[in-house]
Nanobody, 126 residues
């Protein structure tokens, strides 16, 4: 059974940075999609950044240039480096995975992911 465990969230001021981590266990597929999603109170869960087993990455428009997704396969860990944070980035951040190497906009569509972590809270104060 696939398990995803996020960490690295916290409280920062506007302009600050955080690095989220997602440790994956029980995943044996050679093809995959992995992504970061976030959900603010009263809003739908939205895609932030994603990567597939071919190494392709995609970012939501508002995160381009500020966020960077990466992975360390030896450590079975997915990362999200977040810079220039602002209050609009305040949300619960989730790691997700699926055993298909999606491409394009499918990578940021939460409906195409089957495994989810419990989330880590990010709070940005002004």
């Amino acid at each position: 059974q696939v398990q995803l465990v996020e960490s690295g969230g916290g409280s920062v001021e506007t302009g600050g940075s955080l690095r989220l981590s997602c440790v994956v266990s029980g995943y044996t597929y050679s093809k995959y999609s992995m992504g970061w999603f976030r959900q603010a109170p009263g809003k739908e869960r939205e895609g932030v950044a994603a990567i597939n087993s071919d190494g392709s990455t995609i970012y939501a428009d508002s995160m381009k240039g500020r966020f960077t997704i990466s992975q360390n396969n030896a450590k079975n860990t997915l990362y999200l480096q977040m810079n220039s944070l602002n209050p609009d980035d305040t949300a619960m951040y989730y790691c997700a995975a699926h055993s298909v190497s999606w491409s394009g906009h499918y990578l940021l569509d939460r409906r195409y992911y089957s495994a989810w972590g419990q989330g880590t809270q990010v709070t940005v104060s002004s």
